[in-house]
């Protein structure tokens, strides 16, 4: 069964606001993931958050977790067109690498 | 140097045919993986091989089988195939599960399976 939900499912916004985008799961995890899938490419790892961990920054990315609340959000600051894509999380709840798929927002950053 | 690499990028076929989708890391991972996403990009995984070992295989037709020849290759087979087949597959490989979870995967560029 599914364990992400994303939302929202699309994102519209100009060049230079910031973006959120946020994912709820169902199951205990190891960590969960950001990854970043350009059209017809594949996926590119972002980030990754530990599940003792709350708050995390990379770049322009900063990604929290809450495993109360089994939520995590990605929020991408002074958004650029190239930002244009698909945006996924991905939890891991076991012990050898089963990534678990929430079905992405589709961010579109106008220029 | 592509460190996820599947080939072919593209396979068009006739329903009832077999194929085969190839990939190939060069990270020096022990861990390779196939996921599917389907037309809604609903991504889901298929199998994983550590070192050259199956660890998961999830819900899939007995029609697909992978192969693993060594630890950097994975091979996805799939038999008998059917218009329900068609969609992107993606090979991915990671380090050692025995290194812990938390770790990123490599994924490669999908191989767009369309069954007509």
């Known amino acids: 069964s599914q364990q992400g939900e994303e939302d929202p499912q699309a994102l519209s916004i100009q060049e230079g606001e910031n973006a959120t985008m946020n994912c709820s799961y169902k199951t205990s995890i190891n960590n969960l993931q950001w990854y970043r899938q350009n059209s017809g490419r594949g996926l590119v790892h972002l980030i990754l958050?530990?599940?003792?961990?709350r708050e995390k920054h990379s770049g322009r990315l900063r990604v929290t977790l809450d495993t109360s609340k089994k939520s995590s959000s990605l929020l991408i600051t002074a958004s650029r067109a190239a930002d244009t894509a698909s945006y996924f999380c991905a939890t891991d709840g076991t012990s050898y690498g089963k990534l678990t798929f929430g079905q992405g927002t589709i961010l579109t950053v106008h220029p | 140097d592509t460190a996820v690499s599947q080939t072919p990028k593209y396979l068009v076929t006739q329903m009832g045919n077999d194929k085969s989708i190839k990939c190939e890391q060069n990270l020096g991972h022990d861990t390779m993986y196939w996921y599917k996403q389907d037309s809604k990009k609903f991504l889901k995984i298929m199998f994983s091989y550590n070192n050259k070992e199956l660890i998961i295989n999830e819900t899939v037709p007995n029609r697909f089988s992978p192969k693993s020849p060594d630890k950097a290759h994975l091979n996805l087979h799939i038999n008998s195939l059917e218009l329900g087949d068609s969609a992107v597959y993606f090979c991915?490989?990671?380090?050692?599960?025995?290194?812990?979870?938390?770790?990123?995967?490599?994924f490669g560029q999908g191989t767009r399976l369309t069954v007509v």
């Open positions: 991915a490989s990671s380090p050692s599960i025995q290194t812990g979870p938390n770790t990123e995967a490599f």
């Open positions: 958050i530990r599940s003792n961990e």
